[in-house]
Every structure is written in structure tokens, then in C-alpha cells.
């Protein structure tokens, strides 16, 4: 019997095909009308929301904002995620090829897992580009992956990397890129993260008994907490600010991102980067954790119209720090990740989801 041909398959979020409104309508119509993006029913509903009134409509403003950060070569997120295929790419040498697909857009997960199945690959890792589990993110990436997998290539077996939003090498290397950042002067940090709706977080809860039902909920340990997004956010936050030593009242999570219709997470990072000046805080770092590549999020919305934001409210100085993208550090986490998978560790994400669904239900 021949050996397994292995390969690694990084996914991450996607981006317009260009900055020309009709592409950005179309890549919003295929984002948005993902069901674990926007979760309406019935589900007829939702189509029409998303294709006759939100896409339409935000298309032209998305369209500008996309045109505020695109570079000559394409998306800065899809040229910062195929760097990261390249660099890891040559980390692995021979031991494994690497491959890139996007959730959203191109290069498509269908078109990727072809392509696989053509070169003879057997054995898959995939390594959703989320830190943490929300539906809307690291969830949708392994279900459409499953689902174009058994579609397309059903001999293949696939393994997923859990959330890592609470590793220890990960969280070092959040500190390796945030450091010269870090050591500038600066009076507060700012975490922003990628915002969801709290109905997401009960919906995650298996036992419908603890997200945002239990006191300090995020700190309260709980089975609940594998699938919980604004629990590993704060774990991760936590890990970072220790690692970090930053003290406390110097740091605060936020949450930026939101539609309108129903609550968010908060607070929401536009009003806090509103009131900072006023509290003394005109000094300020702001870091994006939930992304591992500088996209849309953090290089327009935050970045750019947050910092304007800030300045207008009487602060001073605004830092961005950047995400990992292809730094070094990351590209060094990847491929430990990867090797001790290759090496024959590291159980699927759907026996660890399972287990805690069950244990939730208990």
C-alpha cells in the first residue's frame, strides 16, 4: 500500500474580485448569504434581505472603503494570505504542499479541493485562519469545506485545526509582532475585535444555561466555552495582556463590525475610540486579534476612520498594531502546528466539538 499524499489547506475569509461595485454587490451577496453569516428564517427571508436591500445598498460605500486600502497587486488580505502559502510552503519543503482557498471569492474551496484531487493528495489539514470559533467564521469555513469534500472528493480525509485562540506559541507570537509596539510610549490599549451578535453566543451554548445567562460567564469555566466566541476572546486577551505585562486599567476589549437590527457585542469600538480622549486615554495602541491578516477590518475601519475618530475627539496619537500577517512568528506557528500534525497528533475539531456538545448537554 502507498503512502498517504498529505497536504496542508489554509482557508481564510476572501475579498471582491475588484473594487468595481458589481464585483463588491457580488461578493457581498455570497458572504452575506451564508446562513451561518446571516442566520434569518425563513431562509426566503434572508435571500431577499441580502440580495434586494443590504447588498444593493452597501455595495457602493463597500466599494469605496475596498478602494481605500487595495493595493496594485489585489486585496491586501489575498496577497497577505498567499504570502503566508508561499513562505509556509517553503518552511515544509517537501513534507507537505500547501495550499490556499478563500471562504468567500477566489481562489473558491471547490475549485481548490479539485485541484487537490488532482494532484493525487489524500490526506488534508485544514487550518481555518480564525483564532477563535464563531459560526460565522471558523465554523462556516470547516462545514463548506466538508460539504465540497464530499461533493467533489469524498476519498479524502480531512482533519481541522481547533481554534488556538488560547495557545501558548500562538499568544507568542500575538507578542512577538505586538512588542516594538508595545515598548513605545503610549497610555492604553485597545483590543478590537470582530463583533457578532449575542444571540450567536446563546445559540452556541448547548446547554442553554450559561452564555450570558451565568455571572462573569466568559470567566466561569464551562464545556460551553469550546464554542463561545466572546470567551476566547478573552482568553486570548487575557494571555496577551500577561505576556505583555500590561497593567491593569491600562487595556479594555472592544468590538467593531456590527449590522443593525439587533444587539451586538459591546461596547462597540467606534464609541469607545469616541470617549478615550475625554477619559484621559489621548495615547493609544489598538490591536485586532480576531484577524490574523490586515483586511478591510483593520486597515479601513480601524486604521483609518477609527484613528480619524480618535483625533476628532481630542486624542493624539493613534497606533494600529498590525496583525500577524506573514510575519516570522506566525509563519513559525503554522508550521509547528502543521509538523506535529504530520508527526501524527492532534485529534479532528469534530470529536473535540462533539465532546463538548456533550458535556454542555450533561
Same mark, same amino acid.
Given at each position: 500500500?502507498?503512502?498517504?499524499?498529505?497536504?496542508?489547506?489554509?482557508?481564510?475569509? %476572501? #475579498? /471582491?474580485?475588484?473594487?468595481?461595485?458589481?464585483? !463588491? =454587490?457580488?461578493? +457581498?451577496?455570497?458572504? $452575506? *448569504?451564508?446562513?451561518?453569516?446571516?442566520?434569518?428564517?425563513?431562509?426566503?427571508?434572508?435571500?431577499?434581505?441580502?440580495?434586494?436591500?443590504?447588498?444593493?445598498?452597501?455595495?457602493?460605500?463597500?466599494?469605496?472603503?475596498?478602494?481605500?486600502?487595495?493595493?496594485?497587486? %489585489? #486585496? /491586501?488580505?489575498?496577497?497577505?494570505?498567499?504570502? !503566508? =502559502?508561499?513562505? +509556509?510552503?517553503?518552511? $515544509? *519543503?517537501?513534507?507537505?504542499?500547501?495550499?490556499?482557498?478563500?471562504?468567500?471569492?477566489?481562489?473558491?474551496?471547490?475549485?481548490?479541493?479539485?485541484?487537490?484531487?488532482?494532484?493525487?493528495?489524500?490526506?488534508?489539514?485544514?487550518?481555518?485562519?480564525?483564532?477563535?470559533?464563531?459560526?460565522?467564521?471558523?465554523?462556516?469555513?470547516?462545514?463548506?469545506?466538508?460539504?465540497?469534500?464530499?461533493?467533489?472528493?469524498?476519498?479524502?480525509?480531512?482533519?481541522?485545526?481547533?481554534?488556538?485562540?488560547?495557545?501558548?506559541?500562538?499568544?507568542?507570537?500575538?507578542?512577538?509582532?505586538?512588542?516594538?509596539?508595545?515598548?513605545?510610549?503610549?497610555?492604553?490599549?485597545?483590543?478590537?475585535?470582530?463583533?457578532?451578535?449575542?444571540?450567536?453566543?446563546?445559540?452556541?451554548?448547548?446547554?442553554?444555561?450559561?452564555?450570558?445567562?451565568?455571572?462573569?460567564?466568559?470567566?466561569?469555566?464551562?464545556?460551553?466555552?469550546?464554542?463561545?466566541?466572546?470567551?476566547?476572546?478573552?482568553?486570548?486577551?487575557?494571555?496577551?495582556?500577561?505576556?505583555?505585562?500590561?497593567?491593569?486599567?491600562?487595556?479594555?476589549?472592544?468590538?467593531?463590525?456590527?449590522?443593525?437590527?439587533?444587539?451586538?457585542?459591546?461596547?462597540?469600538?467606534?464609541?469607545?475610540?469616541?470617549?478615550?480622549?475625554?477619559?484621559?486615554?489621548?495615547?493609544?495602541?489598538?490591536?485586532?486579534?480576531?484577524?490574523?491578516?490586515?483586511?478591510?477590518?483593520?486597515?479601513?475601519?480601524?486604521?483609518?476612520?477609527?484613528?480619524?475618530?480618535?483625533?476628532?475627539?481630542?486624542?493624539?496619537?493613534?497606533?494600529?498594531?498590525?496583525?500577524?500577517?506573514?510575519?516570522?512568528?506566525?509563519?513559525?506557528?503554522?508550521?509547528?502546528?502543521?509538523?506535529?500534525?504530520?508527526?501524527?497528533?492532534?485529534?479532528?475539531?469534530?470529536?473535540?466539538?462533539?465532546?463538548?456538545?456533550?458535556?454542555?448537554?450533561?
Amino acid at each position: 500500500m502507498s503512502s498517504p499524499k498529505r497536504a496542508i489547506l489554509l482557508v481564510n475569509l %476572501g #475579498s /471582491p474580485a475588484s473594487t468595481d461595485v458589481p464585483d !463588491v =454587490r457580488n461578493y +457581498l451577496r455570497e458572504f $452575506l *448569504g451564508d446562513e451561518r453569516v446571516i442566520d434569518i428564517k425563513p431562509r426566503w427571508l434572508a435571500w431577499v434581505l441580502v440580495n434586494w436591500v443590504i447588498a444593493p445598498t452597501r455595495a457602493p460605500k463597500s466599494a469605496k472603503a475596498y478602494r481605500e486600502v487595495w493595493q496594485p497587486e %489585489g #486585496s /491586501p488580505l489575498v496577497i497577505t494570505s498567499k504570502s !503566508v =502559502r508561499t513562505k +509556509l510552503a517553503s518552511a $515544509l *519543503g517537501a513534507d507537505a504542499p500547501v495550499y490556499l482557498a478563500m471562504r468567500y471569492g477566489q481562489p473558491s474551496i471547490a475549485n481548490v479541493i479539485t485541484q487537490m484531487l488532482a494532484d493525487g493528495v489524500t490526506e488534508v489539514l485544514l487550518f481555518p485562519q480564525y483564532p477563535h470559533y464563531a459560526m460565522s467564521s471558523w465554523e462556516t469555513v470547516e462545514v463548506k469545506v466538508f460539504e465540497e469534500a464530499a461533493r467533489i472528493a469524498p476519498s479524502i480525509k480531512f482533519t481541522t485545526v481547533l481554534p488556538f485562540y488560547q495557545d501558548a506559541d500562538y499568544i507568542e507570537a500575538l507578542h512577538t509582532v505586538s512588542k516594538p509596539y508595545f515598548d513605545q510610549p503610549h497610555d492604553f490599549v485597545l483590543f478590537s475585535y470582530h463583533g457578532i451578535p449575542v444571540r450567536h453566543l446563546r445559540k452556541g451554548d448547548a446547554s442553554n444555561a450559561h452564555c450570558t445567562l451565568v455571572p462573569d460567564c466568559c470567566n466561569t469555566c464551562s464545556a460551553a466555552h469550546a464554542m463561545c466566541y466572546k470567551a476566547q476572546i478573552t482568553k486570548t486577551t487575557q494571555a496577551l495582556v500577561k505576556r505583555a505585562g500590561l497593567a491593569d486599567g491600562k487595556w479594555a476589549i472592544a468590538f467593531q463590525s456590527r449590522l443593525a437590527g439587533e444587539p451586538w457585542l459591546s461596547p462597540y469600538t467606534d464609541k469607545e475610540l469616541e470617549t478615550l480622549p475625554a477619559a484621559g486615554k489621548k495615547n493609544i495602541l489598538v490591536l485586532t486579534p480576531a484577524f490574523v491578516s490586515d483586511c478591510l477590518e483593520t486597515l479601513e475601519e480601524i486604521a483609518g476612520e477609527g484613528k480619524e475618530d480618535f483625533l476628532h475627539a481630542g486624542g493624539e496619537k493613534f497606533q494600529h498594531v498590525p496583525c500577524l500577517n506573514d510575519s516570522a512568528a506566525y509563519i513559525g506557528f503554522l508550521e509547528s502546528r502543521v509538523r506535529a500534525w504530520l508527526g501524527g497528533a492532534s485529534p479532528t475539531s469534530t470529536q473535540r466539538l462533539e465532546s463538548a456538545r456533550t458535556l454542555a448537554a450533561v
